[in-house]
T-cell receptor, first 114, second 115 residues
């Protein structure tokens, strides 16, 4: 079944640790996105990719980095986690079409940095 | 500078009645609008969308209305059901220029449908 997956679902980690949030999709979509969301707030785009070896910064500045070596895989890395990174991180994907932009979301990773 | 605004943080309605969720936008380059529904600890799921060339789109119990001159859209759910209780996000996209493919989200409205 075509879907989008994120692991881990929940992560509690200490300050200074390096973490990688995984995102994979089996829908064959070229475009992938990472959003950050705090409770009661809008989703903020932090990274996006239009295809393999293509990555761009989003509208919200983030200390995280991303890579896109394979179409289906779009991991996000924080080299040194801080309490200010505590948030929910949502991965999404969509087809590369001109007629609208329905994005499909994964279940999210709830990150807590102590 | 928030380009998509949902001014009602929450809405409470009785089961069977109509729910109306509102959204305003400021960027006239937006030409495609979407509504997403989100349960706690889950990712948003797509509900319904509308292109700027239309003023109404209907899918079952869900109807989205677009008023381009007022830069306003609304989502109508009728009849409302307890399972509709969730956070609803309005999102907007432009299909040209640097905004191509990117969604801008509102803050969300918490809908509670009482039995």
């Amino acid at each position: 079944e075509a879907d989008i997956y994120q692991t881990p679902r929940y992560l509690v980690i200490g300050t200074g640790k390096k973490i990688t949030l995984e995102c994979s999709q089996t829908m064959g979509h070229d475009k992938m996105y990472w959003y950050q969301q705090d409770p009661g707030m809008e989703l903020h785009l932090i990274h996006y990719s239009y295809g393999v070896n293509s990555t761009e910064k989003g509208d919200l500045s983030s200390e995280s980095t991303v890579s896109r070596i394979r179409t289906e895989h779009f991991p996000l890395t924080l080299e040194s986690a801080r309490p200010s990174h505590t948030s929910q991180y949502l991965c999404a994907s969509s087809e590369a079409t001109w007629t609208g932009n329905e994005q499909f979301f994964g279940p999210g990773t709830r990150l807590t940095v102590l | 500078d928030q380009q998509v605004k949902q001014n009602s943080p929450s809405l409470s309605v009785q089961e069977g009645r109509i729910s109306i969720l509102n959204c305003d936008y400021t960027n006239s380059m937006f030409d495609y609008f979407l509504w997403y529904k989100k349960y706690p600890a889950e990712g948003p799921t797509f509900l319904i969308s509308i292109s700027s060339i239309k003023d109404k789109n209907e899918d079952g119990r869900f109807t989205v209305f677009l008023n381009k001159s007022a830069k306003h859209l609304s989502l109508h759910i009728v009849p409302s059901q307890p399972g509709d209780s969730a956070v609803y996000f309005c999102a907007a996209s432009g299909t040209g220029g640097t905004s191509y493919g990117k969604l801008t989200f509102g803050q969300g409205t918490i809908l509670t449908v009482h039995p």
